[in-house]
């Protein structure tokens, strides 16, 4: 999202002398106006400055900042989510702490016939039990994991900075991404996706890089 030195002066000439044309910016810089059009186009496209036909480029009032923060604000969770981990209620802990190592993620949900969200089961919960002196081959994950409706969801059209605010407050790696199951059962919840704390860091260096919104 940052601009080049030549972008941030034309950004300041149309601010300060606008309405300016392309033609009278080139002559101010000493570039020629073809060299201009990749500049001016970034800056129309990013908001900061609009054209008029035969009147010429002006400064709309807005900055990096604000630009950042509207662009964070049309991304949706569905435009960053990843494949969520799931398994069975009648997986054991011992599998389900195999299939953390082996996906590498903090926590897998737990699913009924359906893709129906039932819970989640972190590290923590498993290493709970482990130091315990209890069997993880023998307990089902059902028995420890984190039940309905105590979980805290997103949703595949929700912001994704409203999403992230949950997973700050909430102190959690990442979030399910759920969508109703049936029109007739509005609480039973189906798992379509998660939302973590790489997808958004992913996120924000893409932003950072001018590739915001990509499916990532």
């Known amino acids: 999202m940052g601009l080049t030195p030549r972008q941030?002066?034309?950004?300041?000439?149309?601010?300060?002398?606008g309405p300016i044309t392309g033609e009278q910016i080139a002559e101010r810089l000493h570039v020629t106006r073809a060299a201009l059009r990749p500049d001016l186009a970034i800056l129309v496209m990013s908001g900061m400055v609009e054209a008029r036909p035969k009147v010429g480029y002006y400064y709309?009032?807005?900055?990096?900042r604000s630009m950042l923060t509207e662009q964070v604000g049309r991304i949706k969770v569905q435009d960053v989510q990843s494949v969520p981990v799931v398994v069975t209620a009648g997986t054991s802990a011992y599998d389900a702490v195999v299939t953390m190592f082996l996906e590498d993620v903090g926590s897998v949900f737990v699913v009924e016939p359906g893709g129906i969200l039932i819970g989640?089961?972190?590290?923590?919960?498993?290493?709970k039990v482990a130091m315990g002196g209890s069997d993880l081959y023998k307990m089902p994950v059902k028995v420890l994991m984190t039940p309905m409706p105590k979980i805290i969801v997103t949703t595949p059209d929700e912001p994704v900075l409203t999403a992230a605010k949950k997973i700050i407050e909430n102190e959690v790696d990442s979030l399910p991404v759920v969508v109703p199951a049936s029109q007739q059962d509005n609480k039973a919840l189906e798992i379509v996706g998660r939302l973590t704390k790489t997808n958004i860091a992913r996120l924000f260096v893409d932003l950072g890089e001018g590739r915001g919104g990509e499916q990532l």
């Open 120 to 127: 989640v089961v972190s590290r923590k919960d498993v290493l």
């Open 60 to 64: 709309t009032g807005k900055n990096v």
């Open 8 to 17: 941030e002066k034309i950004a300041e000439m149309v601010k300060t002398l």
